[in-house]
């Protein structure tokens, strides 16, 4: 594995931090009466998904603390899909662009599951 030297060269952090440019950009167009709820609530559950990748990257000396970032991460990507049904639901978006959002979320889930099943392969 190639040593990587900041959280900006992960896979999966560069996923998450382009998902939630994505989510900023389309939340743009959300009705107005929803910017203190939903579009306020998709826009940080999002950020807070890469957020805590670059906390958790930092984190890797303690295994522990490490898993608990990436777990947080894997927490706020979920959060980020239910927001996604809401928005979908509720007309703000279509159905199409809900499900190809949420295979992309279902993809940094996976990455995620996966570095904390090899958590001891990322600690320093």
Same mark, same amino acid.
């Given at each position: ?15 998450? #931090?382009?998902? *939630? ?10 009705? $107005?009466? +929803?910017?203190?709820?939903?579009? %306020? ?20 000396? #303690?295994?522990? *603390? ?10 706020? $990507?979920? +959060?980020?899909?239910?927001?996604? %049904? ?39």
């Amino acid at each position: 594995m190639k040593r990587i030297l900041s959280h900006k060269e992960l896979d999966v952090y560069q996923l998450a #931090y382009r998902l *939630a440019m994505d989510i900023y950009k389309l939340t743009r167009n959300f009705p $107005a009466e +929803e910017r203190y709820s939903l579009t %306020d609530q998709i826009r940080r559950s999002s950020r807070s998904v890469a957020a805590n990748i670059a906390e958790a990257f930092r984190k890797r000396r #303690y295994e522990r *603390a490490f898993v608990a970032k990436l777990s947080d991460a894997e927490g706020e $990507a979920a +959060e980020t899909q239910t927001w996604l %049904d809401f928005a979908r639901n509720c007309g703000n978006i279509s159905p199409e662009c809900c499900e190809k959002f949420n295979q992309d979320y279902e993809h940094v889930l996976g990455m995620l599951v996966n570095m904390i099943h090899s958590a001891n392969k990322w600690t320093i």
